[in-house]
Structures are given as C-alpha cells and as structure tokens.
C-alpha cells in the first residue's frame, strides 16, 4: 500500500499573496495554523463558537447584550456546519486555521479539524473580529506592529465585567495595537466604521486604567514592541466569548484558536445582516 502524501506546512508569508480560494484550501488540508491577521484582504474575518444548542438562546443574548466585545454576525441552524450568509462554501469543521476544545476539567486540546467532534445539535456563532479594519488602517499607512513582527495580536483580560446572560459572564478581553500619538484620533475614525468588527478603541495609553498590569505579558498572542512617540490603543476582542463558554464550562464547546478566524466571502465593511443574527 503506497503512503498517503503529506503536503507540506505553510507559513504566513505564503498564503499572504493568495486568494481566499487558495487559502481556505490550506486550511481544509491542515497545512496552516497560524494567525489570520493580514490575510484576504477586503474579506470579514470572525470569531467562532460552537456550543451544544441548548445554550443557543443564553449565548446569543450574551453577545447581544455585550456588542462591542462580541458583535455577533450569524448563528447557524442546530446541526448545520454552515453559516450562508457568510459564505456558501464555508464548512465550520475545516475552515479554521485552528480550533480549541473545551471539556469541564481537562486541559484545552488544540484541533486543525472538527469534523470528527461534530454533532447534531451543536450550534455555530460568529462574532465579529478586530482583523476586519487592519486592512483599511495599514492603506492609511498606519503599521499594524503583529503583522510586521510576524506574531499574534496580544490579548489581554480586563477589569471590565460583561453583561450576564443565563450562564454566560465573565470579564472583557482586548487586543492591543500600538500607535502613534498623533494618529490615535484617525485611527478612532477609521475603526467607527466597522462597528461589526469592535469598532473604534475602547481605550487609549496607561493600559492599568482597565486592569492590565504589563502590557509586555499578554494572556493571548504575543508581546509586539512599542516605540518611541506610541501609545498602546485597545480594542473589544471576541475572546471575551471564550472567557464566557469557560466559565458556563458546557460538557463540550469549540472555539476558534486566539488569533487564528474564519475568513468569510463576506465584504470587511457591510457584513450581511449586520444588526440581527444572520441566519
């Protein structure tokens, strides 16, 4: 019997110039499972999480009532892989570059591919993602300091505590950019227009002010440096979800990796369905 062939793996300099035909490719042939950022220029890029459907209605409120953390942007239909509005081809088992799996008690195991966890009454949410804008910040000429650094955006819990809903609480995570002072003002601008994806900063400079102690020791992703004349500028990130399905600790639940999204066929600026749950 011959061997199967083993592709090899990818970095992210290779799929930075492909389409997203190319790169949701890779993906589905486990050759990638790095970070997002930067990739598919133009495309809306989003958190996912997979919950058995039972938790749907409390989940959905969360997100509903914590917008600017979570902005939700399609919930699929129980059992179903698929988000279509999103894009008709996107199958939720394979077209993550990485997932995470939570079970009560065990350490998170890390997945390229679901297909095998998948079940019938498990239920899809995506939450909009801070990748979305970087595109249209760095066409400004603003640097995105992650991507140039080759690393993972850092992630970092606050003090700042979410809405509950049913199960669902937990304290607010950000992401982290840094910028130059005399750009922050344009860069609140820019970012107002993707309100589906964090939209603008929720803070800007001494990061202790919303609880973070060492801006060079993120809890997610990876430390970038910060030059003279910046300031670190913070953004609602959708690991604010995964602190949520922790603390519910469902029997099961699949997010996306930190850092690693589901790049949809969907336009970066007008989402369908931005404003209700697109099914």
Known sequence: MESPITLPKLRHADLAPLSLTQVRRAMRENRYAGPTAG??????QCNMVILPAAYG????????????????????EPGQPHLPALGAEIDLRHDLPLFFVYRPGQT????????????????????GCSFTFEHALMREGI????IEEDVTVPMYR?????????VF??????????VREDQVDRVAEICRQFPHAHGAPIHA??????GIQDVMRPDWGDAVSLK??????????GVTSQMAVTQAAPEIAITHAPGAMLITDADEIAPPGWGRAAQ
């Open 143 to 146: 640097g995105m300091r992650h």
């Open 205 to 210: 400079g001494d990061p202790a002010t919303i």
């Open 228 to 237: 003279p004349g910046e300031v670190p500028v913070f953004w609602g990130c």
């Open 169 to 178: 609480s937990g304290p607010a995570v950000v992401s982290m950019r840094p």
């Open 108 to 127: 998170v195991e890390r997945r390229q591919d679901i297909s095998a966890l998948w079940r019938d009454d498990f239920q899809a949410f995506a939450i």
């Open 57 to 76: 209605a409390e989940f959905q409120t969360f997100c509903e009532e914590n917008p600017v953390f979570c902005p939700l942007l399609g919930v699929s």
């Open 39 to 44: 990739l598919c220029d133009g495309r809306l």
């Open 158 to 166: 606050t003090d700042i505590a979410t809405v509950p809903s049913g």
